[in-house]
């Protein structure tokens, strides 16, 4: 069955880069799009960037200059670096099966993390 | 950016009952708009798809509609299952963007 996972450090100091990995199963990242989406504590999701099948990237213009997605199709991973992290970018990091005009529609678990010195 | 305004930001409603929650997108999406479930502790679960189409495994009791900027969510004879927060996602452009979730609480 469909399934992802994220893995990555849980705290990361002030100023430093987060690398997160989204292992996935049950489906082709040939053949799908993956998309990271974070959510601070009660707060509403955002949309980060996203691995498309055929190997192109988008991203968040809000993010752009700090972000980068990347895959490994061999390993089926897709992973996401970060970097001069700030205190606001706290919160929950999932990665996500992202069908474009259909949706979002298999979610990993999350990764929670959080950014202190 | 587009916009996305959900209301109520929270709401309460007694089992059995249909509630409805409201998404204003800030300028036409063309129905790209999909609704997600998010229940305590958990990652959200999509429901619906281009604004009415009922994802797989989904109860009927959720419906979709709209068009342009305005959309909403409904759900028929609610259930305890259902206390959620939920959130909107505009897919028309990028960056793709969610709106601020409504919490559903049972009265």
Known sequence: QVQLKESGPGLVQ???????????????????????????????????????????????????????????TSKNQVFLKMNSLQTDDTGTYYCTRDRHTMGMDYWGQGVMVTVSS | DIQMTQSPASLSASLGETVTIECRASEDIYNGLAWYQQKPGKSPQLLIYNANSLHTGVPSRFSGSGSGTQYSLKINSLQSEDVASYFCQQYYNYPLTFGSGTKLEIK
Do not use: H
């Open chain 1, 14 to 72: 002030p100023s430093e880069t987060l690398s997160l990995t989204c292992t996935v199963s049950g489906f082709s990242l040939t053949s799908y799009s993956v998309s990271w989406v974070r959510q601070p504590s009660g707060k509403g999701p955002e949309w980060m960037g996203r691995m498309w099948y055929d190997g192109d990237t988008a991203y968040n213009s809000a993010l752009k200059s700090r972000l980068s997605i990347s895959r490994d």
